[in-house]
Nanobody, 124 residues
């Protein structure tokens, strides 16, 4: 019933920009805190960013702070991640996730619902 579907991934040169989106359905969208995670081959899933229910409070990992911007459009039930100044080390599958429990938003375990991911590849 609950679905999160990512889109917008692709290949980009280092220094370029990309925006990935996550369309949600089957849930009361505004009741959920949302997050972006990424996973590179052979590595653990890594927290990237999170946004509170109100769409105002945002949180970023140190590795992306100043380069990425998370936002949400509650009217469209869509989450976004604008990625600028991309680096090869940003290459990963990017996943969106949702949780009704808005504590520990940098933790994989806090999120119940997940999308299937979208590939982002940054070449040098």
């Amino acid at each position: 019933q609950v679905q999160l579907v990512e889109s917008g991934g692709g290949s980009v040169q280092a220094g370029g920009s990309l925006r990935v989106s996550c369309a949600a359905s089957g849930l009361s969208y505004s009741s959920y805190c949302l997050g972006w995670f990424r996973q590179a081959p052979g590595k653990e899933r890594e927290w990237v960013a999170a946004i509170f229910r109100d769409g105002i409070s945002t949180y970023y990992s140190d590795s992306v702070k100043g380069r990425f911007t998370i936002s949400r459009d509650n009217a469209k039930s869509t989450l976004y991640l604008q990625m600028n100044s991309l680096k090869p080390e940003d290459t990963a599958i990017y996943y969106c996730a949702a949780t009704v429990n808005c504590a520990h938003l940098n933790s994989v375990s806090a999120f119940r619902y997940w999308g299937h991911g979208t590939q982002v590849t940054v070449s040098s």
